[in-house]
């Protein structure tokens, strides 16, 4: 005779449960409600909870930074692999066809297009660009929450570190690989972030919100930063 083992959850399982039952909650009302339009109450009535219970996991700015956090970690996710020297990349930076920086017998082949640069770099963006276009009020929402500081958000921690890597991963394959220019290519990846920040932050308080806007702001922008990464290669 066998006996049925029965499985209780541990409360710490039980905490991470409900916790992703209020986010999947407000994601889903602030979707089709609007921030403005979804209330605390709504949230916990939809998730099953408490309204106190929903505050445990955060207020509604806070539940708005994590949704949008987890939604931004879904893409790298999606594209996430481990490249061969142990650095975290991307399927996306891997795949984007970098502009050849010799020619097929080795020798230079010149300086790279700074603005076939800036395109590599904005179609490995483009993600997370058509995530803000496609909610609009939600990203302007999301915006003043991260400009509060009242907010820790992953986009200033750990995701800002994986985004990171990416360009400079774009950055270090389009000139070559080589280690003076690997260094080139990590500190400008840094110096894109800050601008593809800013970009995000100043489309979120215009009125033409649409990918394309901000695409297109952030390909302008970038060309003048791209000859840092060519510098002592000609």
């Known amino acids: 005779m066998f006996i049925e083992r029965i499985v209780v959850p541990t409360r710490s399982e039980l905490r991470e449960a409900t916790r992703l039952r209020v986010l999947d909650s407000a994601r889903r009302l602030f979707e089709a409600r609007g921030f403005n339009a979804t209330t605390v109450r709504a949230i916990a009535a939809d998730a099953g909870v408490s309204a106190g219970t929903v505050m445990t996991v955060g207020d509604k700015r806070t539940l708005l930074v994590k949704v949008f956090d987890e939604a931004i970690g879904a893409v790298h996710a999606s594209r996430a692999f481990r490249a061969p020297d142990g650095e975290s990349a991307t399927r996306d930076a891997a795949a984007v066809e970098p502009v050849e920086s010799a020619t097929p017998d080795g020798s230079a082949a010149g300086p790279v297009p700074p603005e076939s640069l800036a395109a590599q770099v904005t179609d490995l963006l483009e993600p997370f660009i058509s995530l803000f276009a496609a909610h609009p009020d939600l990203s302007r929402a999301y915006a003043a929450a991260l400009i509060s500081g009242a907010h820790a958000s992953e986009v200033f921690g750990g995701l800002r570190t994986l985004l990171i890597a990416e360009i400079a991963s774009v950055l270090s394959r389009a000139a070559g690989g080589d280690a003076g220019s ?53």
């Not at 990590?186 to 100043?202: C, N, P």
């Not at 308080?205 to 060519?230: F, K």
């Open 182 to 234: 690997r260094v080139d290519a990590d500190a400008l990846a840094a110096s894109i972030h800050l601008l593809y920040i800013g970009a995000v932050f100043e489309w979120a308080t215009g009125t033409e919100l649409d990918a394309g806007a901000l695409a297109s702001r952030i390909r302008e922008a970038l060309p003048p930063l791209m000859p840092a990464l060519q510098k002592d290669r000609s």
